[in-house]
C-alpha cells in the first residue's frame, strides 16, 4: 500500500513568489493535516481536514496561506506571497476513519521550501 | 492549551547500550494518548509507540518502552540494545479529544546519536 505522497520534495523561491505544495494521502484515509516543521522544532499544526471540510485551520496564517482538499482525497497548500520565515519543511499526514481510537497519524516525507 | 516538552535536546548512546528520553507534558484533560514519533534523516515520521492514558501498563514495543507517570505528566521513551539505526530526532507528542482538538501536538525533540 502506498504511503502519503508529497511533492515537491524541494523548492527554492525568491521572496513574494507564490508556492503550492501538493499531498495525496493513504487511500481511504478521511482526515488530513498540513503540519509545519521549522529547522530543530517538532512539527505546528495548520490545518486540518474530515473530508474535504476544514475543520481546525486556527493556526494557518490566512493573509497569505490557503489550502484546499477538493473531493476530500487529495489536497493542495499554498503560499502567496511568500516571506524569509516562510523557509520550513511542511509535512501531509493523514489517518484513517478510526483515528480516534488509535490518534497515530501517518506522515509524508515533506517538502522543503527554502525562500531566499 | 497543552503543551510537551523534552528537555534534552541532544543525547548519545553507545551501540547495544541502553538510553532514555524525557518527555513531560500539560493537560487538564483525562482522556488522552501520548505517542513518540521517530523522524531519521530522509524526515518521514514513523510511529514508535503509543500509550493511552487510561492504561496503568506501561507500553512496550520490541526493544522501546516507556515510562508512563501519570500524576507527574511525565512519559519517558528507553531503547535497549541501540541500534545505529535507531539514530533520528525522536519527538514526544500528545492527542487529546478535548481541549486539544484531536491534533497532535509535538515537542521540540531530541536528537539520538548512537555511536559504534
Known amino acids: 500500500e502506498a504511503g502519503v505522497v508529497q511533492s515537491p520534495r524541494y523548492k527554492i523561491i525568491e521572496k513574494k513568489q507564490p508556492v503550492a505544495f501538493w499531498c495525496n494521502p493513504i487511500s481511504g484515509h478521511n482526515t488530513l493535516y498540513w503540519y509545519r516543521q521549522n529547522l530543530g522544532q517538532g512539527p505546528e499544526l495548520l490545518i486540518r481536514?474530515?473530508?474535504?471540510?476544514?475543520?481546525?485551520d486556527s493556526q494557518l496564517p490566512k493573509d497569505r496561506f490557503s489550502a484546499e482538499r477538493l473531493k476530500g482525497v487529495d489536497s493542495t497548500l499554498k503560499i502567496q506571497p511568500a516571506e524569509l520565515g516562510d523557509s520550513a519543511v511542511y509535512l501531509c499526514?493523514?489517518?484513517?476513519?478510526?483515528?480516534?481510537?488509535?490518534?497515530?497519524?501517518?506522515f509524508g516525507e515533506g517538502s522543503r521550501l527554502t525562500v531566499l | 492549551a497543552q503543551t510537551v516538552t523534552q528537555s534534552q535536546p541532544e543525547m548519545s548512546v553507545q551501540e547495544a547500550e541502553t538510553v532514555t528520553l524525557s518527555c513531560t507534558y500539560d493537560t487538564s484533560e483525562s482522556d488522552y494518548y501520548l505517542f513518540w514519533y521517530k523522524q531519521p534523516p530522509s524526515r518521514q515520521m514513523i510511529l514508535v509507540i503509543r500509550?493511552?492514558?487510561?492504561?496503568?501498563q506501561n507500553a512496550t514495543e520490541n526493544r522501546f518502552s516507556v515510562n508512563f507517570q501519570k500524576a507527574a505528566k511525565s512519559f519517558s521513551l528507553k531503547i535497549s540494545d541501540s541500534q545505529l539505526g535507531d539514530a533520528a530526532m525522536y519527538f514526544c507528542a500528545y492527542f487529546g479529544s478535548g481541549g486539544s482538538n484531536y491534533k497532535l501536538t509535538f515537542g521540540k525533540g531530541t536528537l539520538l546519536t548512537v555511536n559504534p
Open positions: 500509550q493511552e492514558a487510561y492504561k496503568q
Open positions: 481536514y474530515e473530508n474535504e471540510e476544514a475543520v481546525d
Open positions: 499526514a493523514s489517518s484513517p476513519r478510526d483515528w480516534r481510537n488509535t490518534g497515530e497519524l501517518f
